[in-house]
Nanobody
Framework: VQLQASGGGLVQAGDSLRLSCAAS????????MGWFRQAPGKEREFVAA????????VVADSVKARFTISRDNAKNTMYLQMNSLKPEDTAVYYC????????????????WGQGTQVTVSS
């Protein structure tokens, strides 16, 4: 499956952004989908995951109150709604797909998108 992330940009603290991840090339509903982020000099960090039906999600505690993950299986697209953004949310955001047992682990995912930059100014 090929993944294309989009929707990043430069925003101010407190603003909102919605990231999208469009999938192609395979059956979207075969995959658990996830969002990760990587800030300069830091390891890639789990943000959120959504299971195949879309009814179950896992969200990192650090963003749980502000970020929402969703998917539209009819459109082969996953979303990350990010509200009340903070400067520490600045990172490249990656989407990923896989047959996932432990959604917070990068090794659980087989396919990765190219990343989209999110920059939050204070």
């Amino acid at each position: 499956v090929q993944l294309q992330a989009s929707g990043g940009g430069l925003v101010q603290a407190g603003d909102s952004l919605r990231l999208s991840c469009a999938a192609s090339g395979d059956t979207f509903t075969d995959y658990t989908m996830g969002w990760f982020r990587q800030a300069p000099g830091k390891e890639r960090e789990f943000v959120a995951a959504i299971f195949r039906s879309g009814r179950s999600t896992v969200v990192a505690d650090s963003v749980k109150a502000r970020f929402t993950i969703s998917r539209d299986n009819a459109k082969n697209t996953m979303y990350l709604q990010m509200n009340s953004l903070k400067p520490e949310d600045t990172a490249v955001y990656y989407c990923a797909a896989g047959g996932v047992w432990v959604p917070a682990l990068t090794s659980s995912y087989d396919y990765w998108g190219q990343g989209t930059q999110v920059t939050v100014s204070s």
